[in-house]
């Protein structure tokens, strides 16, 4: 949206704050290649932003103009030849990764329609990856890895230190991000967010063959052997923000939770509800991803929206099937999708970032003082919020914020390798990282049956046993 460019210009004309302790805005190697790319002149491919509904892999050369398998042209005359460096060390608890994994995220669509502030032409996506140590800045040395280790990297950057990072919610970390826009719109600023537009501090991101990974002695949690790449990668955000949605809002023994969406969070946020004892879980959406969790976990209740009865909507249908309505209802959708015309339009002329028919949809549902988790990225403002419905019934509505990874990625990595737990149940497809712009149009489109996609990069190790193998779609 034009509004979201508009805050880049205002960010940079009135400055950042100066408070954070990490240098903004390397969101590319290439934007001072003196400073930060790696002195050899090494190159890498990567994933990057075009502008709004634009997203392309950047390789060494020029790939010659992209036809779509419908024979349409997509990318058209928009490829460029442009070469991302290699990242170096610029600070001295940087660490270089080699990614051997990354993934899209159902929040890099919200970069890719524009509706994120504050990208720029060129910016590098991606915020989930993991690889292996490629080196260490001098004051990161000494730490729980060494050159040549796994590890999977946090989406949110943390410095380790500052008030909310001793407290592990180190997705609160103040000292990372510097963006005044969001002291001003939010009261605070959250963490930095790797490859997340200059809103959250313009870092580099992971759909990359390399990253620089700031406060890298934080922010990287080694794997060990027996969890393979394809299942700790997503430590780095999708779970932790399951597991965060589900104990933040508060499911207990026996709660009955709706969960709005069935992409990857909303299906990771039905299997750590029923891990936690919810006796029903009901997911609400309106495509095969409904059959694609109850064929992975048959005890899920589904509502697609789209076929319910004339006069009848998603509250009356929750009342129906429970009494009452649920006890916890958690938003995993986000708010730039609206379902009906007037908040289309609102969006569409600036009057609103977000809908809020999910969020009022919850509220009308759940249980009387029953509480509601808002875990789907909302940027800014809404209207027609429904707050009568919020206060007379005493319904307790959650910000559940960015999870806080460092709070939860020990804990669930343990998890993961007992078993107790497994990330491959989301995981459809294996694709490679030159075709991550056409995979972002993929996902978009929910085509293909892509729940969530392990990127492969070509210094990714060998598919482990019982992973989907490689996808091409550019044949
Ligand atoms: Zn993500
Ligand atoms: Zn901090």
């Not at 789209?306 to 009342?319: A, I, Q, W």
């Amino acid at each position: 949206m034009a509004t979201a460019q508009a805050a880049t210009y205002v960010e940079r004309a009135a400055g950042h704050e100066g408070t954070s302790t990490l240098q903004q805005d390397i969101s590319n190697p290439a934007k001072d290649a003196q400073k930060y790319a790696d002195p050899s002149g090494a190159k890498m491919k990567a994933l990057v932003w075009m502008g709004k509904n634009k997203v392309e892999v950047v390789p060494l050369f020029k790939r010659s103009c992209i036809q779509r398998e419908n024979g349409k042209d997509r990318l058209g005359s928009d490829v460029t030849i442009v070469e991302c460096p290699k990242p170096r060390i610029v600070e001295d608890r940087d660490v270089i990764v080699k990614v051997t994994g990354t993934t899209v995220c159902g929040s890099d669509l919200h970069l890719l329609h524009g509706a994120i502030q504050q990208m720029e032409k060129g910016d590098i996506l991606g915020h989930e990856f993991c690889g292996v140590v490629e080196s260490i800045g001098p004051k990161a040395m000494g730490k729980s890895f060494k050159v040549g280790d796994r590890v999977v990297a946090s989406f949110q950057i943390a410095c380790g230190e500052c008030v909310y990072c001793k407290d592990k919610l180190s997705s609160q970390c103040e000292r990372t991000s510097d963006n005044t826009i969001q002291t001003t719109m939010y009261g605070g600023r959250v963490a930095g967010i790797f490859g997340y537009s200059h809103f959250t501090g313009g870092f580099a991101g992971g759909q990359a063959e390399y990253v620089r990974v700031p406060y890298g002695d934080v922010n990287l949690l080694k794997l060990p052997d027996n969890v393979p790449d394809e299942k700790g990668l997503y430590l780095s955000d999708v779970l932790c923000t399951a597991w965060h949605a589900v104990l933040d809002t508060g499911v207990h023994k026996g709660h009955v939770v709706a969960i709005w969406g069935a992409g990857p969070v909303g299906q990771m946020t039905a299997d750590f509800a029923f891990h936690c004892g919810a006796s029903r879980v009901i997911v609400i959406d309106k495509n095969w991803r409904l059959d694609f969790l109850k064929s992975k976990y048959p005890n899920i209740e589904t509502i697609d929206y789209t076929k319910l009865g004339k006069g009848e909507s998603v509250t009356t249908r929750l009342h129906t099937m429970v009494h009452k309505g649920p006890d916890v209802c958690i938003e995993c959708a986000a708010g730039e999708y609206a379902k009906g015309w007037a908040h289309y339009f609102e969006m569409l002329l600036g009057m609103e970032t977000d809908t809020s028919e999910i969020i009022n949809e919850m509220i009308t549902s759940c249980k009387g003082f029953g509480s509601c988790g808002v875990t789907g990225v909302y940027v800014g403002y809404t209207n027609h919020f429904n707050i009568g419905a919020l206060m007379e019934r005493g319904i307790r509505l959650i910000g559940n914020g960015q999870a806080p990874v460092h709070k939860y990625w020990h804990k669930l990595l343990k998890k993961v390798e007992d078993g107790e737990i497994d990330p491959l149940k989301m995981v459809t497809h294996r694709v490679l990282l030159e075709e991550l712009d056409e995979v972002y149009h993929k996902f978009d489109k929910r085509e293909d049956g892509m729940q969530k996609v392990f990127v492969q990069t070509q210094y990714s190790f060998a598919p482990a046993p019982g992973t989907p193998a490689v996808t091409q779609f550019k044949l």
